[in-house]
């Protein structure tokens, strides 16, 4: 079992800078990977970049090149910078965890919430 405690949402205005973090605790070992998901009102659970503990990230193409995902295993933690911010990227932002070797099933954060003002 694995817990993670997100951190660093709020409000900010289109053009504007925000940094996630996310804290995972509990049964962590082999290769593994920890990334960000996005549900806005309405709309089904999106991803938005995912990095493995071997430093493999991956982004989805309308955050490419603005967010910044990083991680620092030592900590467990998991960072996403999100910078020239719109107001599409409003949504509540998920942090994800699942082990991929041996495989073991997905843990979700309680979410936090991102509102980019137009």
């Known amino acids: 079992q694995v817990q993670l405690v997100e951190s660093g949402g709020g409000l900010v205005q289109a053009g504007g800078s925000l940094r996630l973090s996310c804290a995972a605790s509990?049964?962590?070992?082999?290769?593994?990977?920890m990334g960000w998901y996005r549900q806005a009102p309405g709309k089904q659970r999106d991803l938005v970049a995912t990095?493995?503990?071997?430093?493999?990230?991956n982004y989805a193409d309308s955050v490419k090149g603005r967010f910044t995902i990083s991680r620092d295993n030592a900590k467990n933690t998991v960072y996403l910078q999100m910078n020239s911010l719109k107001p599409e990227d409003t949504a509540v932002y998920y942090c994800?965890?699942?082990?991929?070797?041996?495989?073991?099933?997905?843990?979700w954060g309680q979410g936090t919430q991102v509102t980019v003002s137009s």
């Open positions: 994800n965890y699942r082990r991929i070797n041996p495989p073991g099933l997905p843990s």
């Open positions: 509990g049964s962590i070992f082999g290769l593994n990977v």
């Open positions: 990095i493995t503990n071997g430093g493999s990230a």
